[in-house]
Every structure is written in C-alpha cells, then in structure tokens.
Nanobody, 125 residues
Framework: QVQLVESGGGLVQAGGSLRLSCAAS????????MGWFRQAPGKEREFVAL???????TYGDSVKGRFTISRVNAKNTVYLQMNSLKPEDTAVYYC???????????????????WGQGTQVTVSS
C-alpha cells in the first residue's frame, strides 16, 4: 500500500511558477512509476507528466517545455516544476503511482493504482 500526499498548489498569475510536491509512504518508492494528472471542472482527467522507475520522463503535449518532473528516491518524493503558467493550467493536480508490469508510455490514468487527494492550482489572467 502506498499513500500519496500532494502539496504546493495555490494561486499564481499567468506567467508565474509553482512547484508541486508529492510525498509517498512505503519503502519501495523507487520501484514505482510516478505520474501527475490534472482535472479541470467539467473536463476529463488529463495526463500531465510521468517519471518512470528507470528515471525517464514523458510529458503531455500541453505542458512540454514548461513543466519538469523529477524524483528524489531517498526522500520518497516526486516534484512537478511548473513554469510559464497559463490560465488553462488551472485544475486540481493529482499525484499517482503504479508498480507491476513495465509499460513504455504509462500515460493512461487507469494504469495507476494509488492516488493522492489532489492540490488546487489556479492561474489568473
């Protein structure tokens, strides 16, 4: 069982930056792929970024070049650095973890077993 707790959300003006953190419980953090997803009101949950247990990362098209995902296994923590924020980035951001079978591009939310409670990010214009 893995418990995930996100932090770092808030209100920021367009063009600004935020860094989200996701702290995980458990002793096998390094064996999990970690993902960030977001959901805006009235919209489906959207893939944002993932960092594999191997360290490789993948980004959603809407955030490429602006967001950076990283992990520190010694701290059981994954980060999402968000720069050049836009009003359309406004959403609840969720951290997720998956173990088990390795996929090349685990961008589907259904592949993730564990989820945090979410943190609100609001970008004003």
């Amino acid at each position: 069982q893995v418990q995930l707790v996100e932090s770092g959300g808030g209100l920021v003006q367009a063009g600004g930056s935020l860094r989200l953190s996701c702290a995980a419980s458990g002793r096998t953090f390094s064996s999990y792929d970690m993902g960030w997803f977001r959901q805006a009101p009235g919209k489906e949950r959207e893939f944002v970024a993932l960092i594999r247990r191997s360290g490789g990362s993948t980004y959603g098209d809407s955030v490429k070049g602006r967001f950076t995902i990283s992990r520190v296994n010694a701290k059981n923590t994954v980060y999402l650095q968000m720069n050049s924020l836009k009003p359309e980035d406004t959403a609840v951001y969720y951290c997720a973890a998956r173990g088990g079978v390795t996929y090349t591009y685990p961008t589907n939310a259904n592949l993730y077993e564990y989820w945090g409670q979410g943190t609100q990010v609001t970008v004003s214009s």
